[in-house]
């Protein structure tokens, strides 16, 4: 199985406050993805990134930011969060975008009351 | 987004095969994936086939591509209940994205 840590696994939070989840690689993959998980919509990706630094939105990105400040680790956050922002969050990696399979995490179940 | 499109739910007896569908709208993807979903975990590549191929078959996973009808179908011979989870069909078309069907439930009943 590929090395992807999502960290935590599970967090309930209230509407308002600040949340960042991480995830954590160590296949040196250049492309990482982070994608939401709700009831009738399959996945959907929030935010992707390509490279250290290197950042761009997927289609639901209204509500998220993202850092990738070191290879391994990119860190999705939710500056305000809202409850419909309440999903299981899945990361993703790539070693050569959309030309490769992905792989994923086990996920973070967020809740936000 | 894309649209890629599955049914809900499938449901078959042990020991029968499970043709699982999937369709999507553009023509130009790359790739076609299927993953497997069991609950509490993260999705699971099982195969994927190239856009120029017409069937790929590894064990007891056949995929057919039909691209006149921009359909796709996972097949699994003789499915046994730990083949119940929730399989997702996925097409990458340029870039770096991928797009994914809303998956599909099966059951699998002993």
């Known amino acids: 199985d590929a090395g992807i840590t999502q960290s935590p696994r599970h967090k309930v939070t209230e509407t308002g406050t600040p949340v960042t989840l991480r995830c954590h690689q160590t296949?040196?993959?250049?492309?990482m993805y982070w994608y939401r998980q709700d009831p009738g919509h399959g996945l959907r990706l929030i935010h992707y990134s390509y490279g250290v630094k290197d950042t761009d939105k997927g289609e639901v990105s209204d509500g998220y930011s993202v850092s990738r400040s070191k290879t391994e680790d990119f860190l999705l956050t939710l500056e305000s969060a809202t409850s419909s922002q309440t999903s299981v969050y899945f990361c993703a990696i790539s070693a050569s975008g959309g030309l490769q399979p992905q792989h994923f995490g086990d996920g973070t179940r967020l809740s936000i009351l | 987004g894309e649209d890629v499109e599955q049914s809900l739910f499938l449901s078959v007896r042990e020991g029968d095969s499970s043709v699982i569908n999937c369709t999507y709208t553009?023509?130009?993807?790359?790739?076609l994936y299927w993953y497997k979903q069991e609950p509490g975990a993260g999705l699971q590549l099982l195969t994927y086939?190239?856009?120029?191929?017409d069937m790929k078959q590894d064990q007891r996973l056949t995929v057919l591509l039909n691209k006149k009808d921009k359909h796709l179908s996972l097949r699994i011979a003789d499915t046994q209940t730990g083949d119940s989870a929730i399989y997702f069909c996925a097409e990458s078309i340029s870039g770096n994205q991928f797009y994914f069907g809303t998956g599909t439930s099966l059951t699998v009943i002993p």
């Open positions: 296949e040196n993959h250049r492309y």
């Open positions: 553009d023509s130009s993807s790359t790739y």
């Open positions: 086939i190239f856009s120029n191929m």
